[in-house]
């Protein structure tokens, strides 16, 4: 068994009475690379709504530049894109160029979007959003592996399109996804695949399992994709809030000892990689988190 990197996702939206402001993100990130994290996971939504409310939040892609910029060795990520809402070959050369300002340190997730009033608001396609997430990893992960495409699809072209400069290696590409297609398309696209289960929970062995068999399906080795997952975790009584609401649900609550358990195993299923959203999701979070993960390296 490989213990499993942790990596962190951020405070970029509403907390509580708390908005999002650049000094703390940049405070929370220092802290995460002197506490020795993995990674550091920024999320994308152009609007963020919760039950009527409109919650303020940072953009997701010059939140991830400024990540890249303002650290040395975590590696920042997104968790997701949404692939099908910007240009995909403009969204190859800002992964490209992320790559070059990391150092290699810059993941590209992608996700087709799950919020159709972001999609109405944004003039995106709804019920094509799926045929058009596909025609994007298409030209994305051909732009940034090879430098160069022409492609021609339903929704998107790209003829003639190349990176230059165009960075190698290039940045790795996650891929998330739980339903049959989006595991089938992990398996085609895929440097590190994610099952997202911090707030709709989930079975993550099951979830696991269904993708090594989307790999076998596609002719793929599953060890050459990283398996990672995101969960979300809640310290003793600490309310989860979101903007002004008490969130339902916690993927795990107790102590840094409790914490460090449920990040055991999820190595020993063979998760790689496991993302955290913590509550709360500011410094004290952080550090309670920190303990958790001296306790699972220590072991």
């Known amino acids: 068994m490989t213990v499993p990197k942790v990596g962190l996702l951020v405070p970029m939206w509403a907390e509580g009475e708390r908005g999002p402001d650049w000094p703390t993100l940049k405070r929370h990130a220092e802290s995460a690379e002197h506490a020795a994290f993995d990674s550091l996971w920024v999320c994308d939504d152009a609007m963020y709504r919760l039950d009527g409310e409109q919650l303020p939040i940072f953009g997701c892609i010059p939140t991830a530049a400024a990540l890249c910029a303002a650290t040395d060795e ?5 968790l997701v894109t949404n692939a099908h809402s910007r240009s995909p070959a403009l969204l190859a050369k ?6 070059a300002i990391s150092n290699g340190r810059f993941i590209l997730g992608l996700g087709a979007g799950d919020d159709q009033a972001q999609h109405d608001a944004l003039g995106l396609p709804w019920e094509a959003r799926f045929r058009a997430y596909e025609e994007a990893l298409e030209i994305i992960t051909t732009l940034l592996r090879t430098g160069a495409v022409n492609y021609e699809g339903q929704h998107y072209r790209a003829l003639g399109a190349e990176l230059a400069p165009h960075t190698m290696p290039p ?5 998330g996804g739980k339903g049959p297609q989006m595991l089938r398309r992990a398996a ?8 997202y289960i911090a707030w709709s929970g989930g079975d993550a062995g099951e979830l696991l399992s269904r993708f090594r068999e989307a790999c076998d399906r596609a002719d793929r080795d599953p060890t050459t994709i990283e398996a990672s997952v995101a969960i979300s975790v ?8 979101v903007g ?9 609550r107790g102590d ?3 914490i460090a358990d449920e990040l055991w195993r999820l190595g020993e299923l063979g998760f790689a990689h496991v993302q955290v959203q ?14 958790a993960v001296q306790q699972l390296r220590a072991r």
């Open 74 to 78: 975590i590696s920042v990520g997104t």
């Open 94 to 99: 800002d992964a490209d160029t992320l790559a």
């Open 171 to 175: 940045p790795r590409i996650l891929v």
């Open 188 to 195: 085609r696209y895929a440097d590190i695949w994610n099952a």
């Open 234 to 241: 809640a310290f003793d009584n600490v309310p989860v809030r």
């Open 244 to 252: 002004s609401k008490v969130f339902p649900y916690v993927g795990i």
């Open 256 to 258: 840094a000892g409790r």
């Open 278 to 291: 913590t509550a709360p999701l500011d410094l004290y979070g952080l550090d309670r988190m920190a303990e």
